[in-house]
C-alpha cells in the first residue's frame, strides 16, 4: 500500500548538511544549518550543561515518566527565562516538547482545533520548516511582506498592510528574535506597532523564539515577545532550547499558551497535555532536565551566560569582520546590513546561481536562498568567504 505515496521532497538545509559532508576539499565553509561553531568548527557542550550532565548522571535515581507536559519546573524556569516576570505565571501554560519544532508543531495543531480554518500569516520569507509543517497539516498559509532585498533590512510598512489583513480566528507567526533566515529584526518601536495592530484586528500571535541570546542579548532578544505576551489577551510561544543551550540532539522546547486568566489557562493547560499525548505521549526530559539545573543553579546559570555571551559576541565580531572586509574588496557600503542584523543567520541576497557558484568554485555552501551561518565562519575564513563572494560578482 505504501506505493501510493508521494516521494517527499528533501529538506534543503538537511540536504546541504550530507552534501558540505561530502566534499573532500579541505579548504570548504559550512555556512549550512543553523548548529553554533566555535572557531575550530566544533559544535561545543557547553560548560555549564556538561557540569550538570555530570550531577545528573549521579544523582538521578529513576527514568519514570514525568507528567505529560513534562517537568513542571522545566516549565517553570523556562517562563521565567523567556518572559521575566511580564506575565503572572498562573495565566501561563506551558508543556514541554521534543524540540522547538515540536513546539511549533503543536502550536499549529492547538490553533486548528480552536478554529479548523485558521489561516497562518508567515513572513516572507520564513524557516522553511515552518511552511513544511503546515503544508502537512492542509491550514492555509499566509505570506506577510518582511524582507527587503534592497537594504538588507525590514520592510516595515509592507509588512503592517499584509498583517492589516489577518483577523479574529488567525495567527500571526513573529520571529522572536534573530529572525530565521534573514537575520532582519524588528525594533521595539516596530514591535510595539505590530502588537497595535494586531489589538486592532484581534489575530493571535505565535512568536517562535529559537536564538534568545544569540542577538542582542539574553534580556533584549525577549523584548518583543515579553511585550506581545503582555499586552494581547492571548498568545502562542514555541521556545527552543537548541541553540541557546547547545542540546540539539536532546530535543528540548517548550511550548507556552497565554491567557488572561487562571480559568483559561487551564482549558489550555489541559489542551496542551492532551496534544503532547496524542503525538509522543511525555516528551523528552534529559535535555529539559538540564536546562531547568543550568537555570536555577547560580554558579552553573552564571557560567552558562557568560558562555552564550562569548558565543553571540564573537558571532557579532564575525559579521563585522565580514562586513568590513566586503567594503574593502567591493569599495562600497551594499554589505553593510551584514553587521547590523543579528543572531545566527544573513541573508547575504544572492541568486541561486550565484549561491552554486560559491559552492562549486570556492567550496562555500550556504543555503539555496543565500541564508548564511555566521557561526561557521572564523577569524580565518572570513576573508576567503568575501573574496569568494565578490569573485561569485555578487
Ligand atoms: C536551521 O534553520 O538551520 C535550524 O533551525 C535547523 C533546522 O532544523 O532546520
Same mark, same amino acid.
Given at each position: 500500500?505504501?506505493?501510493?505515496?508521494?516521494?517527499?521532497?528533501?529538506?534543503?538545509?538537511?540536504?546541504?548538511?550530507?552534501?558540505?559532508?561530502?566534499?573532500?576539499?579541505?579548504?570548504?565553509?559550512?555556512?549550512?544549518?543553523?548548529?553554533?561553531?566555535?572557531?575550530?568548527?566544533n559544535?561545543?557542550?557547553?560548560?555549564?550543561?556538561?557540569?550538570?550532565?555530570?550531577?545528573?548522571?549521579?544523582?538521578?535515581?529513576?527514568?519514570?515518566?514525568t507528567?505529560?507536559?513534562?517537568?513542571?519546573?522545566?516549565?517553570?524556569?523556562?517562563?521565567a527565562?523567556?518572559?521575566?516576570?511580564?506575565?503572572?505565571?498562573?495565566n501561563?501554560?506551558?508543556?514541554?516538547?521534543?524540540?522547538?519544532?515540536?513546539?511549533? @508543531?503543536?502550536?499549529?495543531?492547538?490553533? @486548528?482545533?480552536?478554529?479548523?480554518?485558521?489561516?497562518?500569516?508567515?513572513?516572507?520569507?520564513?524557516?522553511?520548516?515552518?511552511?513544511?509543517?503546515?503544508?502537512?497539516?492542509?491550514?492555509?498559509?499566509?505570506?506577510?511582506?518582511?524582507?527587503?532585498?534592497?537594504?538588507?533590512?525590514?520592510?516595515?510598512?509592507?509588512?503592517?498592510?499584509?498583517?492589516?489583513?489577518?483577523?479574529?480566528?488567525?495567527?500571526?507567526?513573529?520571529?522572536?528574535?534573530?529572525?530565521?533566515?534573514?537575520?532582519?529584526?524588528?525594533?521595539v518601536?516596530?514591535?510595539?506597532a505590530?502588537?497595535?495592530?494586531?489589538?486592532?484586528?484581534?489575530?493571535?500571535?505565535?512568536?517562535?523564539?529559537?536564538?534568545?541570546?544569540?542577538?542582542?542579548?539574553?534580556?533584549?532578544?525577549?523584548?518583543g515577545?515579553?511585550?506581545?505576551?503582555?499586552?494581547?489577551?492571548?498568545?502562542?510561544?514555541?521556545?527552543?532550547?537548541?541553540?541557546?543551550?547547545?542540546?540539539? @540532539?536532546?530535543?528540548?522546547?517548550?511550548?507556552?499558551a497565554?491567557?488572561?486568566?487562571?480559568?483559561?489557562?487551564?482549558?489550555?493547560?489541559?489542551?496542551?497535555?492532551?496534544?503532547?499525548?496524542?503525538?509522543?505521549?511525555?516528551?523528552?526530559?534529559?535535555?529539559?532536565?538540564?536546562?531547568?539545573?543550568v537555570?536555577?543553579d547560580?554558579?552553573?546559570?552564571?557560567?552558562?551566560?557568560?558562555?552564550?555571551?562569548?558565543m553571540?559576541?564573537?558571532?557579532?565580531?564575525?559579521?563585522?569582520?565580514?562586513a568590513?572586509?566586503?567594503?574593502?574588496?567591493?569599495?562600497?557600503?551594499?554589505?553593510?546590513?551584514?553587521?547590523?542584523?543579528?543572531?545566527?543567520?544573513? @541573508?547575504?541576497?544572492?541568486s541561486?546561481?550565484?549561491?552554486?557558484?560559491l559552492?562549486?568554485?570556492?567550496?562555500?555552501?550556504?543555503?539555496?536562498?543565500?541564508?548564511?551561518?555566521?557561526?561557521?565562519?572564523n577569524a580565518?575564513?572570513?576573508?576567503?568567504?568575501?573574496?569568494?563572494?565578490?569573485?561569485?560578482?555578487?
Amino acid at each position: 500500500m505504501f506505493e501510493t505515496i508521494k516521494e517527499q521532497p528533501a529538506d534543503k538545509i538537511l540536504m546541504l548538511m550530507q552534501s558540505f559532508r561530502e566534499d573532500p576539499r579541505d579548504n570548504k565553509i559550512d555556512l549550512g544549518v543553523g548548529v553554533y561553531k566555535d572557531a575550530t568548527g566544533n559544535t561545543p557542550i557547553m560548560r555549564a550543561i556538561k557540569s550538570a550532565e555530570q550531577q545528573l548522571w549521579q544523582a538521578e535515581q529513576t527514568k519514570a515518566y514525568t507528567g505529560l507536559a513534562g517537568d513542571p519546573g522545566f516549565s517553570d524556569a523556562m517562563i521565567a527565562l523567556v518572559l521575566g516576570d511580564t506575565v503572572p505565571r498562573e495565566n501561563v501554560a506551558a508543556a514541554a516538547t521534543p524540540g522547538g519544532t515540536g513546539a511549533v @508543531r503543536q502550536a499549529f495543531d492547538m490553533a @486548528r482545533m480552536a478554529n479548523p480554518n485558521v489561516r497562518v500569516f508567515v513572513s516572507d520569507p520564513t524557516w522553511p520548516n515552518h511552511l513544511s509543517i503546515l503544508k502537512f497539516l492542509g491550514i492555509e498559509t499566509v505570506m506577510y511582506r518582511y524582507f527587503d532585498s534592497e537594504t538588507g533590512g525590514v520592510n516595515f510598512d509592507g509588512m503592517m498592510a499584509d498583517l492589516a489583513q489577518a483577523g479574529k480566528g488567525d495567527i500571526v507567526l513573529l520571529h522572536g528574535c534573530c529572525h530565521n533566515p534573514t537575520g532582519a529584526n524588528l525594533n521595539v518601536t516596530q514591535w510595539q506597532a505590530v502588537i497595535d495592530l494586531l489589538l486592532d484586528t484581534g489575530a493571535t500571535p505565535m512568536v517562535d523564539i529559537a536564538y534568545q541570546g544569540f542577538g542582542d542579548g539574553l534580556e533584549d532578544d525577549a523584548q518583543g515577545v515579553r511585550r506581545v505576551a503582555a499586552q494581547v489577551p492571548e498568545c502562542l510561544i514555541a521556545a527552543s532550547c537548541s541553540k541557546n543551550f547547545g542540546i540539539y @540532539r536532546e530535543r528540548t522546547g517548550l511550548l507556552m499558551a497565554v491567557a488572561q486568566d487562571a480559568g483559561a489557562k487551564k482549558l489550555n493547560q489541559g489542551t496542551l497535555a492532551y496534544l503532547n499525548r496524542q503525538n509522543f505521549s511525555f516528551p523528552p526530559d534529559h535535555g529539559a532536565r538540564l536546562v531547568t539545573m543550568v537555570l536555577t543553579d547560580d554558579a552553573l546559570r552564571a557560567d552558562w551566560q557568560a558562555e552564550l555571551e562569548e558565543m553571540r559576541t564573537g558571532m557579532l565580531a564575525l559579521r563585522e569582520q565580514l562586513a568590513g572586509e566586503l567594503q574593502r574588496l567591493s569599495g562600497s557600503d551594499r554589505f553593510g546590513f551584514l553587521a547590523q542584523h543579528r543572531g545566527m543567520f544573513s @541573508r547575504l541576497g544572492a541568486s541561486p546561481e550565484q549561491v552554486e557558484k560559491l559552492r562549486a568554485d570556492s567550496g562555500v555552501y550556504m543555503v539555496g536562498d543565500s541564508r548564511m551561518n555566521i557561526a561557521g565562519l572564523n577569524a580565518q575564513s572570513v576573508p576567503l568567504l568575501a573574496q569568494a563572494i565578490i569573485k561569485a560578482g555578487i
